[in-house]
C-alpha cells in the first residue's frame, strides 16, 4: 500500500466526528475571506475575458454549493447523530410556554439560521463587488475627450475607432 498515514488532527481534540462539518466551514470562510478581499480591488479598465467569468462562475457556485447544501446538510447530521438531537428529546416541555419544543426542531433553527447568515453575506459580497471603483488605465490620456479632440484623432463618441471618411 502506498497510503499516507495522515493523523486526524480532529481526534487529538475529541471532534472527529464533526470532522466534515468543521472542514467544509472552514473552506466556506476561507472562500468568503478570499471573495471579501477580491472586492477590495478595483476593476480592471479592460473587459473581462470568458476564462475570468467562468472561473468566477465555477467559484461562486462552489461557494454556493458550501453555504447552501455541505455546512447546513453535516449541521443536521452532526446533531442528529452525534448530538443525539431527536424528536424523542426537548429543549423544553409545555408549561409557562404553550407548547413542546423538541431538539430535532432545534436542529432546523440551526439549519435555518446557517440559510440566513449566507443570504446576507452573498448579497453583502455582490454589492461590494458591483460597486468597485474602475481602475486607471495605464497610459490612459489624461486631456478633454471632447468632440474636437474625437474628430482630431477619429474616435467615435465611444470610444472606438472611426472607419468611414465623413
Not at 431527536?86 to 404553550?98: A, L
Request: glycine share 10%.
Amino acid at each position: 500500500m502506498l497510503g499516507l498515514n495522515v493523523p486526524n488532527v480532529l481526534e487529538w481534540i475529541g471532534l472527529e466526528s464533526a470532522g466534515r462539518l468543521i472542514w467544509s466551514t472552514l473552506l466556506l470562510v476561507g472562500g468568503c475571506v478570499v471573495a471579501y478581499v477580491l472586492t477590495t480591488r478595483p476593476k480592471s479598465p479592460e473587459p473581462v475575458t470568458w476564462a475570468q467569468a467562468v472561473l468566477g462562475a465555477v467559484a461562486v457556485y462552489a461557494l454556493m454549493i458550501l453555504a447552501y447544501g455541505t455546512v447546513p446538510h453535516e449541521w443536521l447530521n452532526y446533531a442528529s447523530s452525534r448530538m443525539n438531537w431527536g424528536e424523542d428529546t426537548f429543549f423544553f416541555r409545555q408549561g409557562v410556554i404553550p407548547f413542546d419544543m423538541n431538539r430535532r426542531a432545534g436542529a432546523d433553527i440551526g439549519a435555518t439560521i446557517i440559510y440566513a447568515v449566507f443570504l446576507v453575506v452573498q448579497v453583502w459580497l455582490s454589492v461590494r463587488w458591483q460597486k468597485r471603483p474602475v481602475a486607471e488605465a495605464a497610459g490612459a490620456p489624461s486631456e478633454d475627450t471632447g468632440p474636437s479632440v474625437r474628430k482630431a484623432r477619429r474616435i467615435s463618441m465611444f470610444g472606438r475607432p472611426v472607419t468611414t471618411r465623413g
